[in-house]
């Protein structure tokens, strides 16, 4: 029985080990990552492949916005209308990102959350949005105008957002300094708005 099946109980073991091997090298690889990422050794970018993400703070601060109207493109010829936000500087306090990602068992929710007692500090930050909303919203030095190029241009000396929600398609900072990180996985919606 032992020559059909391929070597036994012998390689089976071997397997297990070598899937288990391979399963903590990638955990390492992956928290080494993350790690650098909230020291701000390395740039960061999201982006859910697919769907949208959703991105809530209780409080953001900033200076330098800017915000275009554009259309992102998938790879699969998908267009989606999107603002494209930015931000020269950028803080938030209470930091929750989730992403909803289907599987042949269900959905489950990738969700991320910072800043609950050191503000998200980033730099160079630009977020693809087709939703963005605020409660209270103080805005100085606001410009307003057409583009050269067809759509609406913003620019903001600095703005203040409490209860700030996104739904993102794309996101990328040159800095992302975050503290007290929160990552999970939980089976079903758990989104963050």
Do not use: Y
Request: net charge neutral; with cysteine; hydrophobic share 45%.
């Amino acid at each position: 029985m032992d020559d059909v099946c391929g070597g036994g109980w012998a390689d089976h073991r071997l397997n297990r080990w070598r899937l288990a091997a391979a399963s903590v090298m990638a955990l390492v690889g992956a928290g080494g990552l993350l790690l650098c990422m909230a020291h701000g050794v390395l740039a960061v970018s999201v982006a859910g492949s697919g769907g949208a993400f959703k991105v809530t703070g209780e409080q953001l601060e900033g200076d330098g916005f800017t915000e275009v109207t554009d259309t992102l493109v998938e790879h699969d010829g998908t267009s989606h209308p999107v603002a494209v936000v930015g931000a020269e500087r950028a803080s938030v306090r209470g930091l929750c990102a989730s992403l909803l990602v289907p599987s042949p068992f269900g959905f489950f929710t990738l969700r991320g959350a910072a800043g609950r007692t050191v503000p998200v500090q980033a730099t160079g930050l630009v977020v693809n949005s087709d939703r963005v909303s605020g409660a209270d919203t103080t805005i100085t030095g606001l410009r307003v105008g057409l583009l050269p190029q067809g759509g609406v241009g913003i620019r903001a000396g600095h703005a203040a957002v409490s209860r700030a929600r996104f739904t993102s398609w794309l996101a990328t900072a040159g800095s992302f300094r975050v503290h007290d990180v929160d990552v999970t996985i939980k089976s079903g919606r758990a989104e963050c708005h």
